[in-house]
């Protein structure tokens, strides 16, 4: 059974949680999951909220790029949270996002997954995934926080030559297909879960930092203020990268593009 088969109602009767997923929105295509419930939650829609689609007529990366998925192809999610968190601690909600998805597809199908940051999805050298997290503030309180997220499960890389040697997909990896719901039940289960100890107040940093494959190297970072280079130290609880510049000094990177500096380590190699 595939999504395109699927309903809002069949996606909830596999759906094992309590919050996370229990309001559906599905459509078999639509402008941006992002953007649809962005305006969902200005007009009071519940936490947990699923805005999914089959396919995106203007899926969104950072930055004004574009996330590309042929219908058919990808999960094509995002979720509400209504977090008790600072503004600079809705990062976490990428971490437990992140972390829920590399472990579904590691019990799923057996792939090695890494995460790459701030907001990749990494299986064997490349990107199989972006999380693009929104956070809507008020009167400089967190309201809310859109968590959209991108998974290239049965797509094909060579009908998107824009992504040849950069972009992979689960199928591409296994040599076979893999279920889209099965995929999606796992992921918004391990989210619930991750959700609920997040609320207990447990930071999911250590875990993330310990997935990251861009970390303990020297990289390049392009960020809004300019490129810096140096060796990737650690990120810390917000999920700030802290790179260690050849002056000896420690910044502090909120948001920005990461480019590996040295040949891949045995770490990439395995992934
Ligand atoms: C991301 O941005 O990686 C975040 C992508 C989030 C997409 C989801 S889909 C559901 C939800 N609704 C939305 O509208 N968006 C979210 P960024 O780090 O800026 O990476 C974007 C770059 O990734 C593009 O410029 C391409 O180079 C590359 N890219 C685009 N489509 C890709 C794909 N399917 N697989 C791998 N790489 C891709």
């Not at 007009?43 to 996330?67: F, H, M, S, Y």
């Not at 998805?101 to 701030?118: M, R």
């Not at 997220?149 to 199928?171: F, K």
Request: negative net charge; charged residues 25%.
């Amino acid at each position: 059974m595939d999504l395109s088969e699927l309903s809002a109602e069949s996606i909830k009767l596999g759906l094992k949680t309590e919050l996370i997923g229990q309001n559906i929105v599905y459509y078999p295509s639509l402008g941006s999951t992002n953007d649809l419930l962005k305006e969902l939650a200005a007009q009071g829609t519940p936490e947990g909220t699923l805005v999914i689609a089959d396919e995106q007529t203007a899926g969104k990366g950072r930055l004004g790029r574009k996330w590309l998925a042929p219908p058919g192809t990808s999960l094509l999610l995002s979720l509400l949270f209504r977090p008790e968190l600072a503004p600079n601690q809705a990062q976490r909600l990428t971490m437990i996002c992140s972390l829920a998805i590399a472990d579904a597809i590691e019990e799923l199908t057996g792939l090695s997954v890494g995460l790459k940051w701030p907001n990749d999805i990494f299986i064997r050298g490349k990107k199989a995934g972006g999380i693009l997290t929104e956070s809507v503030t008020i009167g400089g309180r967190l309201d809310c926080v859109v968590v959209g997220m991108g998974l290239n499960v049965n797509l094909d890389i060579s009908t998107l030559p824009e992504l040849r040697g950069m972009a992979t997909s689960l199928s591409q990896e296994l040599g076979r297909e893999v279920s889209r719901p099965e995929l999606l039940w796992r992921i918004l289960e391990g989210i619930e879960i991750r959700y609920k100890s997040l609320k207990r107040g447990e930071s999911p940093h250590e875990e993330w930092a310990a997935r990251l494959i861009n970390l303990a190297r020297q990289v390049q970072v392009t960020t809004p203020q300019g490129v810096l280079v140096g060796w990737a130290e650690g990120v810390d609880v917000d999920g700030a990268l802290i790179l260690r510049t050849s002056d000896g000094q420690h910044q502090r990177i909120l948001a920005g593009d990461v480019t590996l500096r040295n040949p891949p380590d045995r770490a990439q190699r395995l992934l």
